[in-house]
């Protein structure tokens, strides 16, 4: 007699072209599975990542694939291919299309962690084939806020800024609002990002801009985490509410290319990231 286990792989080996069949979450969907490649938004971004080579370096961030990313990489460099033209049009292609698909909901979390591990790997790969940095358009420091060790969200954040082309200044978590402040003075950012994700650690932005003051600087602040709400980022002055970490390279954009200051960025924060954001509406 057919065991259960049995029954089950009758049954999952009875589908005959799995090309057809997407199975998420247990739920089986049948008719063609578009692919991410396939995303007409995709599709558009990827257009710009020109040839065979470039073309499966951004599909290789685009499936999260570190190893085959760091692979391609590899074997592109040593085709005598340009480092710089590769991580601006094919990895950084690879991760504007994953943030398209995220922007819809369609790739999640996990999604944007892995790819952006496999971008910025094969970026560092490119870096070091060209004996140094690419060049940055402008330094954002980013931090977790004294007290906080919570750093997912902060670290997306420094991967979309590195994917568009920005130098961010990576702080780390549970940074001290000296250090804060010190890192403002010696790298005189375009621009900060501080998170926040407990009740107990949010007023660290108001500290950090007291201190920032004092010191007779003025610098935006971009504040975001879990905890946090626009009317009480917006007590502090200096300080405006970021909602996803993929808006920061937008942001910096405004800052840095259109000379947008934080009150600018207050009144016009959904024109600027290019969509609905129900906190600003
Ligand atoms: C993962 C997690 C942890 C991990 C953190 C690992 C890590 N490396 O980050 C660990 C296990 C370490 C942890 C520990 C603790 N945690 Co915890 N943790 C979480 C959890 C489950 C998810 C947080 C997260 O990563 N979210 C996803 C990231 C991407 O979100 P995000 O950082 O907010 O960033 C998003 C946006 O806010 C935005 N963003 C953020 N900043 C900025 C800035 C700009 C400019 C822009 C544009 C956007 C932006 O970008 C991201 C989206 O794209 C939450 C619960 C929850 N569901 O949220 C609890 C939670 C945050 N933790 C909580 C607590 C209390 C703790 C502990 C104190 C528990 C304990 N008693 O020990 C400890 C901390 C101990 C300490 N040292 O102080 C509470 C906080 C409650 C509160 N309101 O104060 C929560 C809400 C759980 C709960 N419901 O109680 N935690």
Not at 64 to 83: C, I
Not at 176 to 192: L, W
Not at 213 to 227: H, V
Not at 231 to 241: G, I, K, P, Q
Request: charged share 30%; net charge negative.
């Amino acid at each position: 007699m057919e065991s259960p286990l049995e029954k089950y792989y009758e049954k999952f080996n009875s589908i005959e072209d799995y090309e057809k069949i997407a199975i998420r979450y247990n739920v089986k969907i049948e008719g063609p599975a578009l692919k991410p490649e396939d995303d007409p938004e995709v599709v558009e971004i990827l257009a710009a990542a020109e040839g065979e080579t470039k073309k499966t370096l951004a599909l290789d961030v685009l499936y999260g694939d570190k190893d085959k990313t760091d692979e391609d990489v590899n074997k592109a460099v040593e085709a005598g291919e340009d480092p710089i033209d590769l991580i601006n049009n094919a990895l950084m292609k690879g991760m504007d299309a994953v943030s398209a698909l995220y922007t819809k909901g369609e790739y999640f979390l996990p999604d944007l962690m892995l790819a952006g591990d496999a971008m910025m790997s094969g970026v560092a790969i490119c870096e070091a084939k060209l004996g140094h940095k690419a060049d940055s358009k402008a330094k954002i420091v980013c931090c977790a806020v004294q007290g906080d060790p919570h750093d997912i969200g902060k670290n997306l954040i420094v991967m979309f800024l590195n994917a568009n082309g920005y130098e961010p200044i990576d702080l780390g978590r549970d940074v001290p609002h000296e250090t804060v402040v010190a890192a403002f003075k010696e790298h005189q950012p375009a621009m900060a990002t501080a998170t926040a994700l407990m009740t107990t650690t949010m007023t660290g932005f108001g500290k950090i801009a007291a201190l920032m003051e004092e010191e007779g600087l003025d610098i935006p602040i971009g504040c975001g985490g879990g905890a946090v709400r626009r009317d009480f980022v917006e007590e502090t002055a200096h300080c405006f509410y970021g909602v996803e970490a993929y808006h920061a390279p937008k942001l910096a954009d405004a800052v840095v290319d259109d000379g947008k200051t934080w009150e600018d960025i207050r009144k016009e924060y959904a024109a600027i990231v290019g969509e609905y954001v129900a906190a600003y509406s």
